[in-house]
């Protein structure tokens, strides 16, 4: 099968083929992990397969660039070290001082700590806007100015939805480009470029990779002169993925799919306990009637994904001592992994916004739903909100 004919097959397909043709010399099935930092050239300047240096290229990274270019239906791809790797490399190709961009108002707060505390002293500035409130965003930006609006839908760890093809529109009007974070999605559930989006970025590390064994990012690009910038600043910055790091993503990539159906599975049936449960104020989950960004999410989404945000009723103590009883859902930073992960926003992935306009609830714990038996994840929660009831 040519790798232009699984360009145009379905998404399990991609994920398995697109990217990689098996090798001619041994017909190795899988990229093998090309530890190497340099090439041989056929005299100066005679590259072999374009291979110079492997911080500009390596076969192992360009098998995994291939296929989540596939898969998120983009011009091209770029791997990065890290999710923020990746935000850093977009920011500094595609902003100067001067420019102002948009971002959540409830974004990661790595995300916002990159922007405001890094960007920000070299004379980028931010204004945040809620992503699912079209108004607010229109409001944000600063004409001529503003370069990126920048969202992430559903948002960490509020789960709040942003209308891509809305934004995108309104980033347009005003000479933007949109952003799209799909981490918390994946390309499995939504593909922001076919919706009018300019820019996918993705911390890799969570459900791309999906087994919480390496860190990673990405960006994927619709448009050849975006692609160019991204290309240019990712070799001249070097904040790229080695060749083992590569390997572990793409390998996680090609189930993407079923891991993400078996996320939302189990992710409805904890959302069906929580919602009756006394000891729960607020269950936040798209795929709620009653969530406010349900029925957008309903025409973008495939499904609602794995990540859950609920509220307790016996405020930020009460949620430290959840967090601190579950035991089948591990304590801990991090998302999208086969495990199930239970954490506190406010203490731990989103202290950097504490005191800002974007500090979270403290009653509020976020669950990254996993891939155990359901029935398992759903006891363990019983036992963390009214431990009495064993
Ligand atoms: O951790 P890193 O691979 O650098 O990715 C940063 C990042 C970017 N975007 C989103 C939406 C993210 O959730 C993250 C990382 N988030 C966590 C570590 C977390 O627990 O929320």
Not at 106 to 117: C, E, S, V
Not at 199 to 207: A, E, G, I, P, Q
Not at 333 to 348: A, K, T
């Amino acid at each position: 099968m040519s790798q232009e004919h699984r360009f145009k097959s379905g998404f399990e397909t991609r994920a398995i083929h697109a990217g990689y043709d098996p090798d001619p010399t041994t017909g190795a099935v899988i990229p093998p992990i090309y530890a190497t930092s340099t090439y041989k050239q056929d005299g100066v300047g005679g590259l072999r397969g374009g291979y110079e240096y492997s911080r500009s290229g390596n076969p192992t990274r360009t098998a995994l660039e291939g296929a989540l270019a596939a898969l998120e239906e983009g011009e091209r791809a770029f791997a990065f070290a890290s999710g923020l790797a990746a935000e850093d490399t977009v920011l500094r190709s595609l902003t100067r001082p001067g420019d102002h961009v948009v971002i959540p108002d409830d974004a990661y707060g790595g995300t916002f700590r990159l922007i405001d505390k890094v960007a920000g002293p070299w004379g980028i500035e931010n204004s945040p806007a809620a992503v699912s409130d079209l108004d607010s965003v229109r409001a944000a930006i600063r004409p001529g100015r503003t370069k990126l609006v920048w969202i992430e839908t559903p948002t960490n760890p509020l789960l709040n939805i942003g209308d891509i093809e809305a934004l995108a529109g309104i980033a347009h009007d005003a000479g933007a480009l949109l952003v799209v974070d799909n981490t918390f999605a994946s390309p499995y559930l939504q593909q922001p470029l076919t919706l009018g989006a300019d820019l996918v970025v993705h911390s890799t590390t969570k459900y791309v990779g999906g087994h919480s064994d390496v860190v990673g990012g990405a960006v994927v690009v619709r448009d050849l002169a975006v692609a160019e910038a991204i290309g240019f600043h990712q070799n001249a910055m070097g904040a790229v993925p080695g060749p083992f790091d590569c390997f572990l993503t793409h390998r996680g990539l090609k189930t993407l799919g079923v891991r993400m159906d078996r996320h939302c599975d189990n992710a409805e049936l904890v959302v069906e306990f929580l919602v009756n449960h006394p000891q729960v104020a607020e269950v936040i989950y798209p795929g709620l009637a009653e969530h406010p960004g349900h029925a957008v999410a309903s025409r973008q989404m495939k499904r609602y994904g794995g990540i859950i945000s609920f509220r307790v009723t016996g405020g930020e103590e009460h949620a430290l001592e959840v967090c601190a009883r579950a035991e089948v859902f591990t304590l801990g930073e991090s998302l999208g992994g086969v495990e199930s992960l239970i954490e506190h926003p406010g203490r731990m992935t989103h202290a950097s916004v504490a005191g800002t306009d974007l500090e979270v609830p403290g009653d509020l714990i976020r669950l990254s739903v996993g891939i155990e038996t359901a029935e398992d994840l759903v006891a363990d929660l019983e036992r963390a909100l009214e431990p009495g009831r064993e």
